[in-house]
T-cell receptor, first 114, second 112 residues
Framework: DTEVTQTPKHLVMGMTNKKSLKCEQHMGHRAMYWYKQKAKKPPELMFVYSYEKLSINESVPSRFSPECPNSSLLNLHLHALQPEDSALYLC?????????????FGQGTRLTVV | DQQVKQNSPSLSVQEGRISILNCDYTNSMFDYFLWYKKYPAEGPTFLISISSIKDKNEDGRFTVFLNKSAKHLSLHIVPSQPGDSAVYFCAASTGGGNKLTFGTGTQLKVEL
């Protein structure tokens, strides 16, 4: 199983809504990531969890709140988003912080904030 | 500050010929490089990687070359197939860390 599964695939939310994005992997990977990708731009790192602890926060606004309930699951809680937060949100996982580890990506959640 | 650059936003190649995608980087601390392929509305798919101790890595139709002195890497796909049509991103990281810095991407179109 080399899959990273993200739900939902599409999400439309209002600026006052609270929603969550979910990500799951069963490859035994101990590092999990959230990336954001805007149209015609490269993916940009938001958060990294290593061994279920937040290790990197790339100065992401607090309206995005990550959570790692266990080694297989990663959530991104969304609250009071802005229309400019509309993007493809990608989850990824990799084996650990060791050298030569590639990240595997999920299919993404296409988020539209109205 | 774009530390990883792909200067060709698009590339068109005939089926069966070689596709060469290029990537330049500015951060000399990068020591691990990867190529990803991305179809629309999907996540990136890992293709091939290379560490800075090597100058070439090959996997089937895909070969990555690294020129550390020029801070340049390239991905060769031969023979190119229509299913290779996608956006290709190069990415780099430092010291075995988790953070990947992506290039701007090159749209490859393989024509029949």
């Amino acid at each position: 199983d080399t899959e990273v599964t993200q739900t939902p695939k599409h999400l439309v939310m209002g600026m006052t809504n609270k929603k969550s994005l979910k990500c799951e992997q069963h490859m035994g990977h101990r590092a999990m990531y959230w990336y954001k990708q805007k149209a015609k731009k490269p993916p940009e790192l938001m958060f990294v969890y290593s061994y279920e602890k937040l290790s990197i926060n790339e100065s992401v606004p607090s309206r995005f709140s990550p959570e790692c309930p266990n080694s297989s699951l990663l959530n991104l809680h969304l609250h009071a988003l802005q229309p400019e937060d509309s993007a493809l949100y990608l989850c990824a996982s990799s084996q650990d912080r060791g050298f030569n580890t590639e990240a595997f990506f999920g299919q993404g959640t296409r988020l539209t904030v109205v | 500050d774009q530390q990883v650059k792909q200067n060709s936003p698009s590339l068109s190649v005939q089926e069966g010929r070689i596709s060469i995608l290029n990537c330049d980087y500015t951060n000399s601390m990068f020591d691990y490089f990867l190529w990803y392929k991305k179809y629309p509305a999907e996540g990136p798919t890992f293709l091939i990687s290379i560490s800075s101790i090597k100058d070439k890595n090959e996997d089937g139709r895909f070969t990555v070359f690294l020129n550390k002195s020029a801070k340049h890497l390239s991905l060769h796909i031969v023979p190119s197939q229509p299913g290779d049509s996608a956006v290709y991103f190069c990415a780099a990281s430092t010291g075995g860390g988790n953070k990947l810095t992506f290039g701007t991407g090159t749209q490859l179109k393989v024509e029949l």
